[in-house]
């Protein structure tokens, strides 16, 4: 079975797909989020994975732009605690150190490390690209910001483990299928949708109430401007409960009343956080 993410071997979404499927995963990656929704659409990977959220970093924006776009279902979510290391070549010292590479949101959650010990922090397209980059550089001094795996991946050492300043440090994957029909026994407690409000005072508020006239909690409401529409906003929204639910239905074919465009983008389960 393969499941398509972004980055190289190593990337925290390969440890995510692995950790939802199992060993009878085969997980590709791609250079670009875009390419992942490409060769899911072209039945190339069975399942794409990509992370949408983070709990300190918030939104992952271009990948909720590409929900948005792209035609796809989301069938599964996945929580995966992340583990920041500082990674060098072998028989490097901490001390030694005088650059770390890294996606500039790892930096960013490692700031007080770096900081303490001196570091100059550069910015690199991701973190497994980044440990990958040191090990093939070959040059003194150098390390980078990575999950302990790419240390396996790439014969890197690992210099110090859980760097990040909030320990509580966790993402949310979304793994999708091709769009269509909901898969066939797919368990469905929870969904994610993005809507429209139009543009008259109390849109949004009558939007939202249709959630609460049915009893429904909203655990994410999120807004994003539309990319081809300038100053144009969506709403995305999770909630608690699956489109098999007669209130979750009631709910959705009244939202259209209120919003000019309405996309449910997966019903799935709720996943452990």
Avoid: W
């Amino acid at each position: 079975m393969k499941v398509a993410f972004q980055g190289v071997k190593g990337a925290y979404s390969e440890e995510a797909a692995l950790q939802h499927f199992g060993a009878d995963c085969e997980p590709v990656g791609y250079a670009f989020s875009e390419q992942v929704f490409e060769n899911v659409a072209a039945g190339v990977a069975q399942y794409g994975i990509l992370p949408v959220e983070n709990s300190i970093a918030g939104a992952v924006a271009a990948n909720l732009d590409l929900l948005l776009k792209e035609d796809v279902f989301i069938v599964a979510e996945r929580y995966l605690p992340i583990r920041h290391c500082l990674l060098a070549r072998p028989k490097t010292a901490l001390e030694d150190v005088k650059q770390v590479y890294s996606h500039p949101v790892a930096l960013a959650q490692c700031r007080d490390f770096i900081t303490r010990h001196l570091i100059k922090a550069v910015p690199e397209y991701d973190t497994a690209g980044s440990a990958k980059l040191i090990a093939e550089r070959h040059v003194a001094g150098e390390a980078a910001i990575a999950s302990k795996g790419c240390a396996a991946a790439y014969g890197l050492a690992v210099l110090a483990e859980n760097i990040q300043t909030a320990k509580d440090n966790i993402t949310r994957f979304v793994i999708f299928v091709r769009g269509g029909e909901p898969p066939a026994g797919q368990t469905m407690e929870k969904t994610s949708l993005v809507f429209g409000a139009k543009h008259r005072p109390g849109a949004l508020l009558d939007c939202l109430r249709r959630f609460a006239d049915h009893g429904i909690n909203l655990t994410r409401l999120e807004s994003r401007p539309v990319p081809e529409n300038p100053f144009e906003y969506v709403f995305f929204v999770d909630f608690l409960g699956g489109l098999k639910e007669s209130g979750v239905r009631a709910a959705i074919d009244e939202l259209a009343h209120d919003a000019h465009r309405v996309k449910v983008l997966g019903s799935y389960p709720v996943g452990v956080r």
